[in-house]
């Protein structure tokens, strides 16, 4: 389905907050990544020893097995993230995987992407605006019938 939504489906969303969600989604997955390599090079800090760690309430503490486990629960989120995106990334059309390329991940002014993709702005906003209506509805950020925006849901809550 590489073709832009239609005008009519279009307005029934506002397209600042649905911005705003798409950004807050692409900065928890870049911080989620960082977090992946941190906890995988904490792993390889841990020493093995002989002796076993105590809590303060006297239980054996696997240090190691807790990190592997909470890197476990966000590396699988990344992979889910990146089954979505490569769905959604197919699905687009090639204008609006410009306007992905330069709006959302370059994060560029709105001027320099629509110079970009040779649009005018009436048409550069419908394609813009049907972009971020995709990524809204493919992850979730936005209720598909009352056109609600969901604040995006972090995995540590």
Known sequence: MQVEFKKQYL??????PLV???YNLFDDYNYKKAIAQEYLDSIYQHRISDKPEYS??????DTTYNTVEKREKVVNYLKD???KLDYLLSTLSEDERKVYKYSIIAREKDNVVRDEICKTDKTYYLIKKSCYVKFALR???VDGFTKNVFATISLFD
């Open 11 to 16: 307005d029934e969303y506002d397209l600042r």
């Open 20 to 22: 705003k969600a798409v």
């Open 56 to 61: 303060k309430y006297h239980k054996k503490v």
């Open 81 to 83: 993230f990146d089954k």
């Open 139 to 141: 992850f979730g950020l």
